[in-house]
């Protein structure tokens, strides 16, 4: 199943496999229940008409994205080239704890074909496409959508400490195009994809796969849920697998799409 979330002149409106459902319908509430549950309140769910309007990022206001870092090799070295303090990354990576860090509040998400931000204060911007599992109160896995994790890797490489700064700013984070709800073995090897076009030529492309991924999804959710709950669900990126070199920095009008399995955003960047 495929959850939407769309802007409507009623307001933003859920649907599911293209066709809305009831205007009450939240997925803070649907994210209470156990997945099993989850999956037969949405089957039996009544449809209406097909859904139209822009789609928004399929999150609410009462869910947060955490993310997790140097859960790939690449990564990890392209962290210890930028950084000064380059072994910090090699002991993350090889650490029984990974790396997580608060991304964004749901309200300040972006959509998909909505502007993503680079800082003013810094010369090095990039993408992160990520995939991004959805995970409910009870601590299940229940899906995952495409994800942005945008970053300014000088700050960071100056200082580590400098991290939320490089990671969460205005427009810095976006998802879409919507949920794909699943188990959570399907999500083991997806194929993501990223491309940059800049004046109708692509500047940067790359791919991988999740398969590459050092630390398993059940690993980051048991730490990331550990000692902190989530009642409203939360979203949880899981690492970047394509990392452009020192070479490449993101500029205004750029056009970003990320695919993740079967889910793609476009961002054009803002400066």
């Known amino acids: 199943m495929l959850l939407t979330r769309h802007q ?21 509430a649907l994210l209470e229940s156990r997945r099993d549950a989850m999956l037969q309140t949405l089957a039996m769910m009544p449809r209406s008409e097909p859904a139209s309007g822009e789609l928004l990022a399929p999150i609410e206001p009462l869910q947060e994205v955490w993310a997790a870092g140097v859960t790939y090799l690449q990564s990890r070295d392209a962290r210890r080239a930028e950084s000064k303090v380059a072994d910090v990354y090699d002991r993350v990576y090889d650490a029984a704890r990974p790396e997580l860090f608060f991304k964004s509040l749901g309200s300040r ?42 970053s300014s890797r000088d700050i960071e490489g100056e200082n580590p400490l400098y991290l939320p700064q ?8 976006a998802l879409g195009h919507g949920i794909l709800l699943c188990e959570s073995d399907q999500i083991g090897e997806l194929k993501i994809r990223l491309h940059v076009r800049r004046n109708n030529r692509i500047v940067f492309e790359g791919e991988a796969t999740t398969a590459q991924m050092k630390r398993t999804l059940p690993e980051l959710v048991g730490y990331l849920t550990r000692e902190l709950d989530f009642p409203s669900g939360v979203f949880l ?4 697998c394509i990392v452009p070199g020192e070479d490449f920095t993101l500029q205004p009008d750029d056009l970003v799409r990320i695919e993740v399995g079967a889910l793609t955003i476009d961002n054009r960047v803002s400066a």
Not at 122 to 148: D, K, T
Not at 166 to 173: E, P
Not at 237 to 240: S, V, W, Y
Request: aromatic fraction near 10%.
């Open 166 to 173: 490089a990671k969460v700013y205005n427009g810095s984070c």
């Open 8 to 28: 409507t002149n009623q307001g933003a409106r859920w649907a599911v496999d293209g066709f809305f459902v009831w205007r009450d319908f939240t997925l803070s």
């Open 237 to 240: 990126m899981t690492g970047t």
């Open 109 to 150: 998400v972006v959509a998909p074909k909505m502007p993503i931000r680079i800082r003013a204060d810094s010369r090095w911007n990039v993408p992160e496409p990520e995939l991004v599992i959805v995970v409910n109160r009870h601590r299940e896995i229940v899906g995952y959508c495409a994800g942005n994790d945008v």
